[in-house]
């Protein structure tokens, strides 16, 4: 049971390069998120899923893209790479069948953008 | 906007003694919080929550305690250990239960 994972774990792009990260779980949890974590910041939500085929905006969306084609895996997407998107992106999962707050957490992954 | 903050960025203690941390919310209508633990280089991982229902709570060496009238939560690790240095996050629970809404975070360092 690997619980969060999240690839890759570390990326440098260039400003307006693409790419995707990848977050997967395996306890078949509903609801699953993104956030992005600054320096001296809490973690601030950029999308949510609560079920397969669904994604809502967080506070943060602007410049990202999300899809939940598959309950076990969430996709993130940067479309055009902005230096102000450099940060670490962490993943997390969650099921209505446990407290509210209960959200499992990925490793990370540090996205630096040049 | 930041509405779940922080009242320290850094806390230092002895191995040992006791460690407090507080966290004060701005919304009234908020029920329920949860307090996380993030260890250097890795993801938030949950240590315990509260409902507004309730003024106390403990868990295994912590507790939280809930103060509405002002607002204010606090974290309280007994006998805090080496392993017990991290950066530690209040929360708040938004849109019943899809999102939360995480302060700055206080850095716990705990010293031989």
């Known amino acids: 049971n690997a619980g969060v994972t999240q690839t890759p774990k570390f990326r440098v792009l260039k400003t307006g390069q693409s790419m995707t990260l990848l977050c997967a779980q395996d306890?078949?949890?509903?609801?699953m998120y993104w956030y992005r974590q600054d320096p001296g910041m809490g973690l601030r939500l950029i999308h949510y899923?609560?079920?397969?085929?669904?994604?809502a905006k967080g506070e943060v969306p602007d410049g990202y893209n999300v899809s939940r084609l598959k309950k076990q895996n969430f996709l993130l997407g940067l479309e055009s790479a902005a230096p102000s998107q450099t940060s670490v992106y962490f993943c997390?999962?969650?099921?209505?069948?446990?407290?509210?707050?209960?959200?499992?957490f990925g490793p990370g992954t540090r996205l630096l953008v040049l | 906007g930041e509405s779940v903050g922080l009242h320290l960025p850094t806390l230092s203690v002895q191995e040992g003694d006791n460690s407090i941390i507080n966290c004060a919310y701005s919304?009234?209508?908020?029920?329920?919080f949860i307090w996380y633990k993030q260890e250097s280089g890795k993801g938030p991982q949950f240590i315990i929550d509260?409902?507004?229902?309730?003024d106390k709570r403990q868990g295994q060496r912590v507790t939280v305690l809930l103060n509405k009238t002002v607002k204010h939560l606090s974290l309280q690790i007994a006998a805090t250990q080496p392993g017990d240095s991290a950066v530690y996050f209040c929360?708040?629970?938004?849109?019943?239960?899809?999102?939360?809404?995480f302060g700055k975070g206080t850095s716990l360092l705990v010293t031989p």
């Open positions: 509260i409902r507004s229902n309730m």
């Open positions: 919304n009234s209508a908020s029920d329920y």
């Open positions: 997390a999962s969650s099921s209505p069948l446990l407290p509210a707050g209960t959200q499992y």
């Open positions: 929360a708040e629970n938004l849109n019943s239960g899809y999102a939360l809404n």
């Open positions: 306890m078949n949890h509903e609801y």
């Open positions: 899923s609560v079920g397969e085929g669904t994604t």
